[in-house]
């Protein structure tokens, strides 16, 4: 598929929606448990306001931004820079799945009884690291080393997210999804179209 999540979204969301829900039921030991099943749902519901603002930005304030212009993007672009509102919807999936498994790694990490800097510290260069792929996929140097980085410091908060605060999930999912709208956000203004440029020129 050329153009990944924006030519499949519902198929890519269903996909990682199936994986997020395997392994939360394989690790539910970790994950949940002391919840009963009241608890989940409510857990779920707080998170529909959630859902919804991002949503909201998608359909509403994603569109309001400037065009990305095809002549200051990269030769081998990120999928996102061009892609439409559809392609968020396999992106929320994604980071669901996402979140699943680091919560899973920290609190296994945690029950196994390492320190919270050594969490951190593994956490970091794991998610950090997992970003340096991205090199593979042809990405300009700039794109995988801000990449890379900003995963590096999420990757490094993650630990205290999940085991200091009560709602680490919501916490960790909305700055990880987040990130993405402000990413979005700045490199369709850096890149957009220059606005004196001609109606007939490329762009």
Same mark, same amino acid.
């Given at each position: 598929?050329?153009?990944?999540?924006?030519?499949?979204?519902?198929? *890519?969301?269903?996909?990682?929606?199936?994986?997020?829900?395997?392994?939360?039921?394989? *690790?539910?030991?970790?994950?949940?448990?002391?919840?009963?099943?009241?608890?989940?749902?409510?857990?779920?519901?707080?998170?529909?306001?959630?859902?919804?603002?991002?949503?909201?930005?998608?359909?509403?304030?994603?569109?309001?931004?400037?065009?990305?212009?095809?002549?200051? +993007? &990269?030769?081998?672009? &990120?999928?996102?820079?061009? %892609?439409?509102?559809?392609?968020?919807?396999?992106?929320?999936?994604?980071?669901?799945?996402?979140? $699943?498994? +680091? +919560? $899973?790694?920290?609190?296994?990490?945690?029950?196994?009884?390492?320190?919270?800097?050594?969490?951190?510290?593994?956490?970091?260069?794991?998610?950090?690291? *997992?970003?340096?792929?991205?090199?593979?996929?042809?990405? $300009? &140097?700039?794109?995988?080393?801000?990449?890379?980085?900003?995963? $590096?410091?999420?990757?490094?908060?993650?630990?205290?997210?999940?085991?200091?605060?009560?709602?680490? *999930?919501?916490? +960790?999912?909305?700055?990880?999804?987040?990130?993405?709208?402000?990413?979005?956000?700045?490199?369709?203004?850096?890149? %957009?179209? &220059?606005?004196?440029?001609?109606?007939?020129?490329?762009?």
């Amino acid at each position: 598929m050329k153009n990944g999540y924006d030519d499949a979204p519902v198929l *890519f969301a269903a996909y990682y929606l199936l994986w997020a829900a395997l392994a939360a039921w394989l *690790f539910r030991h970790l994950l949940v448990p002391d919840m009963t099943l009241r608890q989940l749902g409510r857990e779920g519901l707080v998170m529909m306001p959630i859902l919804a603002g991002f949503a909201m930005f998608v359909v509403y304030v994603l569109p309001l931004l400037p065009k990305v212009s095809a002549l200051r +993007a &990269p030769s081998e672009p &990120p999928e996102f820079m061009f %892609a439409s509102a559809w392609y968020y919807l396999p992106k929320s999936a994604d980071i669901v799945f996402q979140q $699943t498994l +680091a +919560a $899973t790694l920290i609190l296994t990490a945690a029950r196994a009884g390492y320190g919270l800097r050594s969490i951190a510290i593994g956490m970091a260069a794991a998610f950090g690291g *997992f970003h340096l792929l991205l090199m593979f996929d042809g990405f $300009t &140097p700039t794109y995988v080393t801000r990449f890379a980085l900003s995963a $590096t410091a999420f990757g490094a908060l993650l630990p205290y997210l999940y085991l200091r605060l009560r709602s680490g *999930f919501r916490w +960790a999912y909305s700055l990880h999804w987040g990130f993405y709208a402000l990413d979005a956000t700045l490199t369709h203004f850096i890149l %957009a179209v &220059p606005p004196w440029a001609p109606s007939w020129a490329p762009l």
